[in-house]
């Protein structure tokens, strides 16, 4: 049953702000005993884990990548910078070419839409005339993994913390969404890396990532703050909207459980990273 309290209080008054991971728990903890809370979700980057390279960063390796690809087939090089420019180029385009669309009643607007990794490198490589789509998919995302796997570590404290929060609610009552354009297998490789995985932690199935959840039904990836992702969230964690907590480190993570009639809990101390 859905706690009267939860739905009588506005998103203000289920919005909340903690510094800590031991303060998260607390939190948590007197959400659970008030019947505000069954479960939690958790954001992923910035939140469990950080990684120490830019945006910018990354759309230099994939270029590379493509460039390196590129070489290896055609026998010939072209600079990243012009692949590069293809490649943001490309990912522009699909972006703009979404529509806003209503799924089970809710809109999914242009910018909830995820692009995912894949989709990108596919246009890339057709417009390049790359013959096999596939290798060149696989080729870029082993590279990035790789690159991932080096530098990405868990945020100070989370890897407890959500040992605590299992023991508190049950595994099967604690997940994690993450808005990103790589595959869940990627993110799955970057958690059991960081310790999240195994040993009783958090369960594979509980992972979502935006650039998959939707994209066989619909055809597109939702992401955060839609309440359709929440509401596909909570239905793999086994529990309604409103009975799970949602943490993360900005204010999307917070509108992610508010707009669904739940409790968003930004966690703002970052000096530990």
Not at 58 to 73: D, G, I, K, M
Not at 82 to 106: M, Q
Not at 225 to 244: C, D, H, Q, W
């Amino acid at each position: 049953m859905t706690s009267p309290e939860v739905v009588k209080k506005t998103a203000e008054e289920r919005s909340f702000l903690v510094k800590t991971p031991t303060e998260l728990f607390s939190l948590l903890d007197s959400l659970k005993k008030q019947g505000m809370a069954k479960g939690v979700g958790y954001d992923v980057f910035g939140t469990v884990v950080t990684s120490l390279y830019s945006r910018q960063e990354q759309n230099v390796l994939l270029a590379h990548s493509v460039a390196e690809y590129y070489e290896r087939e055609k026998g010939k090089r072209l600079s990243e910078e012009e692949i590069g420019v293809c490649y943001t180029r490309k990912r522009d385009a699909i972006k703009n070419s979404r529509n806003p669309v209503i799924i089970l009643g809710e809109e999914v607007t242009q910018k909830q839409q995820e692009c995912s990794e894949a989709e990108v490198i596919t246009a890339v490589g057709r417009e390049l005339g790359i013959r096999d789509i596939p290798s060149l998919i696989s080729y870029v995302e082993q590279e990035w993994l790789q690159f991932d796997l080096v530098n990405t570590r868990p945020v100070v404290g989370m890897v407890e913390l959500l040992a605590k929060s299992i023991a508190l609610f049950g595994q099967e009552h604690v997940g994690l969404y993450s808005n990103n354009s790589c595959s869940s297998n990627h993110i799955l490789s970057l958690l059991e890396r960081c310790g999240y995985l195994g040993n009783g932690l958090i369960n594979a199935r509980n992972v979502m990532v935006s650039s998959e959840f939707g994209l066989k039904e619909y055809g597109i990836g939702i992401r955060k703050p839609n309440p359709l992702a929440f509401g596909g969230f909570s239905l793999r964690l086994g529990l309604l909207p409103s009975e799970i907590a949602f943490a993360g480190d900005g204010g999307n993570d917070v509108l992610f459980a508010t707009n669904s009639g739940s409790n968003g809990i930004k966690l703002i101390s970052q000096a530990n990273l």
